[in-house]
């Protein structure tokens, strides 16, 4: 397949030679050379059969959801580890002040219980965010699939035949 190109007289002026041609980001029709357009595409399809523009809408919705459910799980495990960090040095700094083996034992028991008691609170919230943002990013996709079902019905009730 062969893309017009098109070269930038700043750069082309200055070097002999040297420059590779850009390269042009829309391919060109291989019938007419023409460059093509998502606008100025011809409209070949009946109403009942387009389902670009509203399922690319969803998508991006669905795509919106999901990076702002990443985002919350993001924020939830730093702080996690923020905390978990925290309770660390406090508990180290305590086990070095300690005076003897059986408060190093004690802090070192409750330490590990603190730790594991935030792991499973975290667990149980990471995953809360999870199932919200996996609803939140299958809503509208599960809206357009309705509407697609719902139009391939019609179009096959309207031409007498089956899907």
Same mark, same amino acid.
């Given at each position: ?9 700043? !750069?082309?002026?200055?070097? &002999?030679?040297?420059?590779? %041609? ?9 019938? &007419? ?8 595409? %011809?409209? &070949? /399809? ?6 670009? $523009? *509203? @399922? =690319? ?7 919106? *959801?999901?990076?702002?459910?990443? $985002?919350?799980?993001? !924020? ?8 978990? +960090? ?14 003897? +083996?059986? @408060?190093? =034992? ?7 219980? +603190? &730790?594991?008691?935030? +792991? ?10 999870? /199932? ?22 019609? *179009? *096959? ?7």
């Amino acid at each position: 397949m062969k893309v017009k190109t098109r070269k930038n007289k700043k !750069e082309s002026a200055g070097r &002999t030679g040297t420059a590779k %041609p850009a390269r042009s980001p829309v391919p060109a029709e291989p019938a &007419t050379g023409e460059i093509v357009t998502l606008g100025t595409l %011809p409209s &070949t /399809v009946p109403a009942e059969y387009d389902f670009g $523009e *509203a @399922d =690319v809408a969803a998508l991006l919705r669905a795509n919106t *959801a999901l990076i702002k459910g990443f $985002e919350a799980i993001g !924020e939830a495990i730093y702080a996690y580890a923020r905390s978990s +960090l925290g309770s660390a040095v406090s508990t180290a700094r305590a086990m070095i002040e300690a005076r003897n +083996l059986v @408060d190093v =034992v004690t802090l070192n028991r409750e330490f590990a219980q +603190l &730790t594991l008691e935030g +792991l499973v609170t975290n667990s149980v919230r990471l995953s809360e965010i999870g /199932v919200t943002a996996t609803n939140e990013a299958f809503k509208p996709l599960g809206e357009r699939v309705a509407v697609t079902v719902e139009k391939l019905h019609r *179009a *096959a009730a309207t031409d007498g035949g089956a899907i």
